[in-house]
Every structure is written in structure tokens, then in C-alpha cells.
């Protein structure tokens, strides 16, 4: 069942030195429960089409529509936010309170939600992302990966149905990637919508779906599989391919390999 919709999306950003046409005429859908990455050089638009998701932006000219509710609309503003929640790069611009769970009950207090029902899901949200033991910490002492879960828990509060991600691990070591990654898989495998805008191919390659960015339009929807047949044609576009994909073109090996474990067993 389709959960997102566009309609011939277009973002113009109008600035001094003038107008920058930013996402070009999108067509596209989602459905419930689907894990959609989007990759894209610098610049393709991919973060100006996280903002459409949850009406941060409105459409220059087009439609969005999330839960068939035009994000275009006023009215529509508070019922979208209720479906769609935001990951941004850096959790310290995240984080607003000084204790963990604080931090996590904020946007629920801020909706007069009832205490016993704040602290029934503050204590779901930090069971869900693993932090349970953390929940008196100061976020100060927490790692980026850590930190970036909290932000997450913020958002699993506030049962969204669907999350997006813009870059949620550019800022991270490898070891708060994977963290965050799993996280966002345990998320799918729940049946949450994910959008996820990432550099990191190895992270696209475990989505269900990609959405290929280039000069604000989408050059290619595909499976993993499909997008990363042709390294030539993602490389041409400035782009990598995971490393296990690179090794085994180099290897001649004709099947498209993503994981390392594919790669050891196709040898
Ligand atoms: P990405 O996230 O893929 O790097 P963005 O969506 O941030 O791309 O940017 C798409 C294009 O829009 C870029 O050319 C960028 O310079 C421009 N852009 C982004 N934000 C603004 C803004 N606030 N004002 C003017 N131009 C912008
Ligand atoms: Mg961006």
C-alpha cells in the first residue's frame, strides 16, 4: 500500500543571486513498510526531498502527498509531522535536554501526553535502540553513535510511522555506524517506513530500494542489485559502489556481488 506520493515535485530556492531549480519534476511512490535508500553527489537534492516528507518545504510546484494528505495543505502540517519523523546528521543539534531520558520524553511532554504514558514509551524507545542502561547518563558523555540513537528514540516516542534519515551516519566512527544501521533495520523489520539518505553504499545496499539522485532529478529507481550492476555508469556519476561490488567487477566475477559473504561464496 502506497504511503508517499509525488506528483511532478518541483523545488526552486529563490536566493539573492537567484534561482536554483533543486528537485526537477519527481515522480515517484513508497509504500507502507518499504526501506528506501537515496544516494546522490553532493548538491542532487536529496536532503531538499527529505524536507518535502514531512512539509518542512513546500513543493515550488507539484504535489507530495503522505498518507494522502497534501503536504501543500495548512491544515495537513500537524497530521504529517504525527507520520513522518526526522533523523538529521549531527545528534548535539538534536539533543536538547541535559539527561538521556529527558531528552527522549521532550517532544512527548511538548504534546501534553500523560506522565505514565512518557515513561512507558521513553522506557520502550530506549529499549528499542539498546541504551536502557544509559537513560541517567548526560548525553555529553555518550558517543556519536550513542548519541545518535538517543536522537532516534526521540523520534520512535513519538510513533511515527514513517522515519527519514538524512545522513544519520556521515558524523559517526565505523563502530556508530553499524550501531545506527542495525538500528535502522530493527526499525524496518517492525514495519516502519525508512527513507534513508546516505554516502555510505554498503548502507544502501541492505535497503529494499534506491532511489539514484542526480542534478535534482531521479535518474533510477532500482533494487540494490539493479542500481549497482553498472559500477562504470555509478562511478561515472561521481558515486561509489559498495567494496565488495567493486572487488568482484574487478575480479570478472558476471553475477553483481554486494556483501562481502557473497563475494567469499561466489570464490
Ligand atoms: P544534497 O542533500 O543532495 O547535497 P541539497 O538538497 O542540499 O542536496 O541541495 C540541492 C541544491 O539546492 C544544491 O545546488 C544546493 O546548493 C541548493 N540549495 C540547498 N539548500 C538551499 C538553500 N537554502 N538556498 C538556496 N539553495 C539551496
Ligand atoms: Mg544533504
Known sequence: MEII???????????ASGEKLALDDLNFSIDAGEFVAIIGTNGSGKSTLAKHFNA?????????????????????????????????????NEIVAAIVEDDIAF??????????????????????????????????????????????????????????FDEPTAMLDPQGRREVLSTIKKLHVQGLTIILITHFMEEAATADKIFLMERGKILKVGTPREIFSNVKEIKRLGLDVPV????????KIPKTILTAEELIAEI
Open 5 to 15: 506520493r509525488a506528483e511532478n515535485l518541483r523545488h526552486i530556492y529563490k536566493t
Open 56 to 92: 518542512l518545504l513546500k513543493p515550488t510546484a507539484g504535489k507530495i502527498f503522505v498518507n494522502e494528505l497534501d503536504t501543500s495543505d495548512e491544515k495537513n502540517i500537524w497530521a504529517i509531522r504525527e507520520n513522518v519523523g526526522m533523523v538529521f546528521q549531527n545528534p548535539d
Open 107 to 164: 517532544g512527548l511532554e511538548n504534546l501534553g501526553i500523560e506522565p505514565s504514558e512518557i515513561r512507558r514509551r521513553v522506557d520502550l524507545a530506549l529499549e528499542n535502540v539498546n541504551m536502557t542502561p544509559y537513560k541517567n547518563f548526560s548525553p555529553s558523555k555518550l558517543s556519536g553513535g550513542q548519541k545518535q540513537r538517543i536522537a532516534i528514540a526521540g523520534v520512535i516516542a513519538m510513533q511515527t510511522k514513517i522515519i527519514v
Open 244 to 251: 565488495a561490488t567493486e572487488l568482484s567487477a574487478r575480479l
